[in-house]
């Protein structure tokens, strides 16, 4: 059996399963879910390939790699998404690992990786259950400064997706975050101690300071979306010419962006764009491609520029 390889890249969001987001706007999304789910499920996969970020649930500055496959992983279950594992085939984690090294990209493994809703959510909204296929995720820092070049991510997704050709089986990647957002995440340089321990050393949190996080999330969202707040502004003209070089096959023009120009024209977490241009990369290394299920909106009440895209080999 010839492999094939099949792609879906949306954003994510923790406040689409909390109070806030108008129920027009919670439709429109779903809608477009629910097209990208028919397109899975016509598809039908033997393995998914996630590439995601993380939001200090699961990596954190003690160590702090550019990119990670887990050879066993379990979601955090934070903001009401799955609690516990995932199916992850280690054998076939191990070997992409191996694959992704002897092409000369530096990874890391782990075998006991923590996943938060940037790799859960999507699985749960395209397959209904976190575990219903055998997943290998890959995480990707697109959070915790400094970052890498934009060419070595496309390298990875090259890498990976060169591997995925030769094990005969039907393969979807995802990509999973993006587009324009800056949310209220930490960091480094300003967080305050409470959150310095947190994401720098990885102290877990109690139950009651994730409600206190959920809360300041939606708070937050509530000022953003009625125009108020510090954070920075949607850029759907930004988000659309994203989306039109992926749509026309121009993947490697991202060789060239400046991860400060990145942040200054979208936000700090639009380096989330990562996972998608790793998945694009590792559709694109079987040959060309043709997109599907076009779907984009700026939803200050989610604070992101929400987009979907499927895509096959053409």
Not at 259 to 269: C, D, F, L, M
Request: with cysteine.
């Amino acid at each position: 059996m010839a492999t094939q390889i099949a792609l879906c890249c949306m954003s994510h969001s923790p406040l689409l399963n909390l109070p806030g987001p108008s129920q027009e706007l919670l439709d429109d999304i779903e809608s477009a879910i629910a097209h990208a789910r028919e397109f899975v499920t016509a598809f039908d996969p033997d393995l998914v390939v996630t590439f995601s970020p993380d939001h200090y649930n699961g990596f954190f500055y003690n160590v702090m790699p550019p990119f990670c496959i887990g050879t066993a992983a379990e979601g955090v279950g934070d903001y009401g998404t799955h609690k516990g594992a995932l199916d992850v085939p280690a054998d076939l984690a191990n070997d992409c690992a191996r694959a992704v090294l002897d092409s000369g990209v530096d990874i890391a493994i782990s075998a006991a990786m923590h996943v938060d809703h940037g790799t859960v959510q999507p699985l749960q909204k395209l397959f209904g259950d976190a575990t219903a296929k055998p997943v290998i995720p890959v995480f990707i820092n697109s959070v915790a400064t400094p970052l890498g070049p934009l060419s070595r991510v496309r390298a990875l997704g090259a890498a990976v997706g060169t591997h995925l050709a030769e094990l005969g089986k039907r393969v979807l990647v995802v990509g999973s975050g993006g587009l324009s957002h800056d949310p209220p995440v930490p960091t480094l340089a300003t967080a305050p101690p409470a959150a310095l321990e947190r994401i720098v050393h990885g102290k877990p949190m109690t139950g009651e300071q994730r409600q206190a996080r959920q809360v300041a999330v939606m708070e937050a969202a509530r000022e953003f979306a009625s125009g108020h707040g510090s954070l920075a502004p949607l850029n759907p003209e930004w988000d659309h010419a994203f989306l039109d070089l992926l749509d026309n096959q121009r993947l490697a023009d991202v060789d060239g962006w400046d991860n400060g120009w990145v942040a200054q024209q979208a936000g700090n977490s639009a380096h989330e764009i990562r996972t998608w241009v790793a998945a694009f990369a590792a559709l694109a290394a079987q040959g060309g491609y043709t997109t599907s299920n076009h779907f984009y909106r700026a939803a200050p009440d989610l604070i992101a520029g929400f987009a979907l895209r499927t895509a096959v080999n053409s």
